[in-house]
C-alpha cells in the first residue's frame, strides 16, 4: 500500500507521513518544485533524517507564472497558494504508478485545502484515494504530538530554509520586481522540522 | 494522553479506535445508551474482543424523545441522528475527567457530522480536543483499512446486534406506534466488528 505524500520538510506535513505509516502504508515523500531554486533540498534532507523515502516533482513553471499574477491581483497570496496546491494535486494523482496521495492540509487551515466536492473530484478524475491524515485534527492535537515527535524549527518565513511553494513564489515576485512583504503576512512563522525528538 | 472515544461497534468507530492507539493515545470506548434498551452490550462485547478498555454513559431520555419528535416531524431520521450526536459529544466533553473526545465520523458522511464552527465550538466550550481520525480518509482508504484489520459483520439495520444510537431511536419509535420503515430507509446495510482480523 504505497501513498505519495506531498512533502515540504514542514512540520504538519512531517506529522502527516509519520500518521501514514503508522496506519501501515509505505510513504514515499514528493516535493514539488518549479525548477527556479533548489529549496526542495531541505525538504530532502529532513526525508532523509527522518527516514523516507523521497522525490522531487517539476511543475510546469507557467502554473507558478499564473499563481504570481494572482497574488499580484489580489493582493495576498491565499488564491496563488489554493491554486498551485490543486494544480500539484492533480499533477501527481495522475502519474501512472500513483494509486493513493496525501498531504498535511489540517482542519483549522484556511489554504490550502480542499473542500469535499474538490477532494472527490480528485479521487473520481484520477481514480485514485486521496487521504488527510491531519483533517480531523485540531490545533491541539497536531500540537501535542509534533512537540513529542519532532525537533522543530520555528522561523519567520522569510529567513526559513524550507521547500514549500511560497519559496518560489515570493521569488518569482521578486524577479518581477514586487517585494513580497507587500502581498504576505508580515510576520508569518513557519516551521521545519529538524529530527526526531521520540519515534514511537 | 487518554482519549475518550464514542463507540458503536461498528467498523467506523472501530478503525477511528484503532488509529488513536496507532497515534500514542490511550482509548477508553464510550458507548452511549438510553437506558431503554441494553444494546450497549454488542459494543462492549466488541470492545473486550479487541482489547479496549470500555463504559457506557448513560444521557437523559428526553433527549432520545426530542430526537423521535424530530424524526417524526421530518420523516427522516438525519436531523435526529445529528441532534443525538451533538448531545452525546457534549455530555461527554463536559465530564470533568474528560480532556479529549473522539468519534469514527467520516469526510463522505453525511450525519452525524459537525462542520467546522461547531467542531471549534465543542472544543472552546468543554476545554477538549475533538479528534476525528477517519474525517480525512475517502471510502476507498477506509474499506482497505478496515478489509485489512476486523472481521466485519453486515447486515440490515433492523436485524443487526449493535449499539449505536438508531437502535434506541428505532424502539422509542415503536412504542409511540409508529412504525421505524416508515422513517428509516428501508434498505440500510450496517456494519459490527466482530474481531480482529491482523493486528498492526
Known sequence: MLVHHLYSGGKDSSLAAWILTRLGYEVELV????GLLDNWRYARETAETLGFRHRVVYLPGEILENAAKMAIKDGHPNNAIQFIHERALEYVASMPEVERISDGTRRDDRVPL???????SLEDRFGVAYIRPLLGLGYKTIRELTERLFVVEIRESEQLKKADYEVELRHLLREKGIDPLTIFPKSHYQSRVLGWREQL
Open 31 to 34: 516535493t514539488i518544485s518549479f
Open 114 to 120: 480542499l473542500d469535499l466536492p474538490k477532494a472527490r
